[in-house]
Structure formats: structure tokens, C-alpha cells
DNA sequence: AGTGAAGGTCACAGGGCTGTGACCGAGCGT
DNA sequence: ACGCTCGGTCACAGCCCTGTGACCTTCACT
């Protein structure tokens, strides 16, 4: 017998989340609320979750950037509630990777059709998608400079996972600190983005590309194209 | 500009190795060599290949048991060479894992043909399936109890995802020492592998499945099907 | 019941990873 | 040229992972 499908529920006013979690238990979802965005990141680290339903107004930290941070570590299916007025937190949302999203005010049928018609087209995770870059090539797992294998550390390997999905364009401070902690920008945030490119950089350099990894200063970094100065 | 694909050719015999490699580079393959198996498995743990061709009649260690091996811990194509009579080999060879055979002699065309084939078909590497069992959720990258991650690394986590994809059948000791550390039996081993599987007993304990896994007196350890005694 | 082998438990030690703070060099603005 | 800020380098310390060895418990055989 399979399990229900399990959703959390983020919403800052108590009677939306009595609703939402209502009409999901009808469509046989179970659920779990959170009322804000740092209660709601915190459950979602500890547990697996199916579907994530997401209102964009929340206290103090937006929706949309619970979204993008739910997004660099997982394809989850996030499912936004928007107000009626909001036509530009939808694109927003939508942009941020959310996969669709529902109108206040909305029949909650519609809600937990709309869900379930997401989490069954979420069958199986994308396939890893390795990244190449010139001799570089970074898959989910390990990467590699001209098929020789690179000796990184798991933060490592997203750190230089996430410059090599930029193709060539600068990565901000704020977005690799997103990628290699799950954090925003804090305190010594970079100092250790500071050290732990340090020690990428002595990887790359081990296998035959050094200064792989600029600087762009006050903005982060960069793995340029090869054949760029 | 693509970089050339890389080979593993793996044979006892200097002639075979020119053969292979040579119809291999006419193809646009790059390749590297190995007379035995600990060589290759050697090479092939240090760099990464995009084939590997390998003869079933290796010194002291079997082709067969080399793929079995390089199949643990890779789906990399393998193209198997066989002898003409060796139709036993052959049927042995595709029941650990190999793509392809080429039985000698061979023409150098067809063994490079067929290698450009199977390359071409290897475009993405398949998606990680998850394993389930009972409520127990096995990732390649985590697992769950009832939705909630166990805390495994990853040592621990390869040998839960190979009990569980036993599918409730006993895993010998030595599948077990293949799975978590790529090695064969030899003396240590036992006793790494109890101290292993008591950590991840601990973990499913501490979520809410003791005695999950089950030793097989003097055959390895079993995660039988939940009602099961 | 006794014995020996196999499995379970546990703590220790070493290595690797990671965050931190200090110091130095480079770059930019004045 | 100078000063300040930002980036690079490095070593240290703490934590986690892992292999090992010792000891205890359980099980199967006689």
C-alpha cells in the first residue's frame, strides 16, 4: 500500500492553512504547516516532502525566495497562492521555478486537483546533467579536467557546480553562498566562500587548469570561457 | 570542439591491445590500456571513461568479475571481447553487465562501429531510482523513514540502498563489501561491514525501525519485507 | 550443558573536511 | 604615492567519518 503523498503548507494566516491543508487531505495528500519562511526551510531540510504549497506574502522573508532556496537543492514541486492582483508575483513565481501556481480566492477543489495532477507528473527526478567546460566537465557526483578525476569535498563540488552552470557569466557572492551553505549573505559568509574557492582553485590547478576561477570584485566570481582573457 | 572519447582497453595479450586501440583511435577514440584487471580497475577508478573494452579471459582475476566491479559503482558502457567457442562467457558476460561482445577474431571496423554506437546511445546517464521498502526510502543521495531523512554517510547509505534493492532477499557478505567499498572478501573485511551495518541499524532505529536488518548466519544480512518475522 | 564460531556493541584513533582568524598582496580611488 | 578595501593564502582547531581491536552475546553443533 503506498504512502500518501506528503505537502507542506506555508501560509502566514492560520485559516488559509486550515483550508489548503483541508483540501489536500480530501485528494488523500497528508500535510505538514509552517507559517513562515524560516519555520517552513527548517521542516523541509528534516523531512521529504512531495509537493510544497507556498504563499508568496509571507512575514519578513518573501515566498519567491523560499522558493529559489528550495530550488537549488531540490525539484520538488512548489505550488504558489497568489492574490488576484498580483499578475507580477506570478511571473515572479514562475521564475523563481515554482511549477504553478493558484488565486486567491480559489474553490479548494481546484487547489487539490491542481496538486495532484503536479505530484503525478513528477514520477521520476530529472536526470544529473553533467556540465561541460572546455577540459572541465562537472557531473552531480564528481567532475573531471581532460577525463582525470578532480579531488573535491561535497561543498566543493557544488561550488564549482554552480560556476559552471553559468556558462561563463558571473556568479554573485549571495548566489554561491545559496548554493554551497543553503544560506544568505551573512556574516563570514565570505571568508569561507573565500577559503573554500581557495581550495577549489588548488584542485583545478592540480589537474592542469590553474586560474580557472576570477574574481570579479565586489561581485563574486567567475569560470570564464577558455580563450578569455 | 568535442573532446575524443576516452577507451579502457583491458587484454593480457600486447598484439590484441594494438588491435583494439588502434581500430578504437580510427574511430576518433582516445584510449588508454591495461594488461590486468587490478591495473585497469586501477586506471578506471582514477579516470573517467566513456567505454571500456575488455577481454573475458584476464590472469588471475576474471574479465566477468572486473565488470561486476566497474557495474557497482558505473553504468559506463562495456564492450566485452570473447573467444568464438565462448558462448557460455558471452551469456555470463551480459548477466554482469556488458552492453556489447565482439567474439575474435574480429574485424577492427565492426569492434570500432559497435563501439561508436554504444557511446552514441550512452547520451545521459539514467535517472537514480529510488528504492522503497515498507516506509524506508532509499535515494542515491538520502534516505527517508516515513518521509523523515535518515542521517546515514554515504558509506552507509550504499549498503541500506543494497539491502534494499535485494528486495527482501539475503545480500552475501561479499555483494555487501562490493557495494560499500569495491573491494573483494579478504581478512578485515567482516568486521568493517558489522561495524557499518550496526551504525545504519542505529540511524533506522532512531527513526522508528529496530531490528530492520537481519543477519543470515555465515551468508550476509538481509532487510526483510515489513510482516515478515 | 558445553564449546566454539559468528554476530553485535563500543570506544579509540587517525584522517579528511570545514570554519575561522590572521596576515599579506592586489586593486581601486583619491 | 598613499590609504583603504577586497581578495588570496595559510595554518589551526573542531567535528565527522571510518577502520580497528577488544569484549560481550547469541547461535549452532556436539
Redesign the pocket.
Known sequence: MEHPHLALVVDDEPQMLDIVTFALETQGFASVSAKDAESAWSLFRNRRFDLVVLDVMLPQSSGLSLCRRIREVSAVPVLLLTAKSGVQDRIAGLEAGADDYVTKPFHPRELALRAEAIVRRTAVAPAPVELVHGPLRVGQDAATVHGRYL?L????LRLLRRLASAQGQPVSFRDLLLSG?QIDEGP?G???L??????V?KALHGEGMPRA???????G?ELPHPGRD
Chains 1, 2 share one sequence.
Open positions: 579531488h569535498s561535497a561543498l566543493e551553505w563570514g565570505r571568508e569561507m573565500k577559503t573554500a574557492l581557495y581550495r582553485r576561477i576570477r574574481a570579479v570584485r565586489g561581485v566570481y
